[in-house]
């Protein structure tokens, strides 16, 4: 018996039931960026960007599949052909037939995700920070009692019913349908052109607007009725569990030099910090790689200091002329939490097994002198 190898697909398939691609911004690019989804995975090489570095990696360690947290480009690309840097990327890739795989926001949004940085940092994780919603479809149909079950299951498994940490979600309610069959109509109850009553059932389901189309064609294909309601409505839906960023509660006594000493150690990196080393921490807020648009958030929420990758040069004094002290580690510092996540999610894809090559310890391509009491040209 020849030995079962999973594909592209199932790495990406089990990424979307993991952290479901639908909970990525709009902006974002996430899945699979370049390869074949049929194609059998001989190995995944884990890491946090797909740069030419971890390409030539893959490539030598024999993977065919490149999963990181970055994607290889965000901009829709005219043409793939050879280029320097990181825009050389995708056609090297499919060159040497390695696919890229990325999961990006929707990593950031998950409750793992959003722990992990405040768990690398020596913090509790406290309760999300990011606020507001997310872009959906809302897809209604009505069903006879009887074929339920049969509907709804197939709505689910076109994308629908995800709603945050719970799966398969969806509202049933009964009622009556009326209607008239005219000539040549052949309906499943009633005959003749009279009006006709039958018990029926909403179906009522949540799903991401990009998968609205084979939401409802799957609702369609299963169908008992000739004419079938099936309907959809954008809308927005409040977000749950999967929301960016961490409020958390600072150590006793700590104050901002204590905060930014004790990430320094713990993530081996001389931070940015913007605020004065005596000002008392009583919250912190966390948010990975770029902190821009969690500010508000964490303003709202009383932090007193955000713990960071970057953030701008004027957002940074904005925040700090707000009332919120900055710690800055480095995009990359904060987010490489994220690759024993990827790696867990492909090494339990059946029919990978040990075919894993996970980029253990961080790779920061960055450092800092140590810095001068003031400017030499002064």
Sequence with gaps: MSEQHATVGDVVTALDRRWPFAWAFPWDRVG???????????????????????????????????LTHHPAFLEALETIVPRAGMLGVPFAAAAAGVALVNVHTNLDRAPEGADALPLAAGLVPGPPLERGSVPVARVVTYVPPGAVDVVLA?????????????AAC???????????????????????????????????????????????????????YEEPVILSTEGELSLGAARMGRLCVAPVDATLGSMAEQVAGRFGVTPRVWGAADTKVRLVATAPGSGRGLVADALAGGADVMLTGELRYH???????????????????????????????A???????????????????????QRQKGPAWM
């Design 32 to 66: 699979l960026a370049v390869g074949d989804p049929d194609a059998a995975v001989r190995g995944v090489y884990c890491t946090l960007d797909p740069t030419p570095r971890a390409l030539r990696a893959a490539s030598d360690a024999g993977c065919n599949v490149l």
């Design 154 to 166: 197939a709505m689910h498994a076109a994308g629908a019913g995800r709603v945050g940490d719970y």
């Design 170 to 224: 969806g509202f049933l309610s009964s009622g009556e349908g009326r209607f008239v069959p005219l000539p040549g109509a052949d309906p499943l109850v009633g005959a003749g052109e009279r009006a006709s009553r039958t018990d029926e059932v909403r179906i009522e389901v949540m799903a991401p607007r990009g998968s609205t189309r084979d939401v409802v064609a799957a609702a369609r294909s299963v169908h008992p």
């Design 315 to 345: 957002d940074a004094l904005d925040a700090l002329a707000s009332g919120l002290a900055v710690i800055e580690c480095g995009h990359d510092a904060t987010e490489w939490p994220y690759v024993p996540l990827l790696a867990g999610v």
């Design 347 to 369: 090494r339990g894809v059946e029919g990978i097994g040990a075919a894993m090559v996970v980029d253990e310890k961080p790779i920061i391509e960055w450092w800092t002198p």
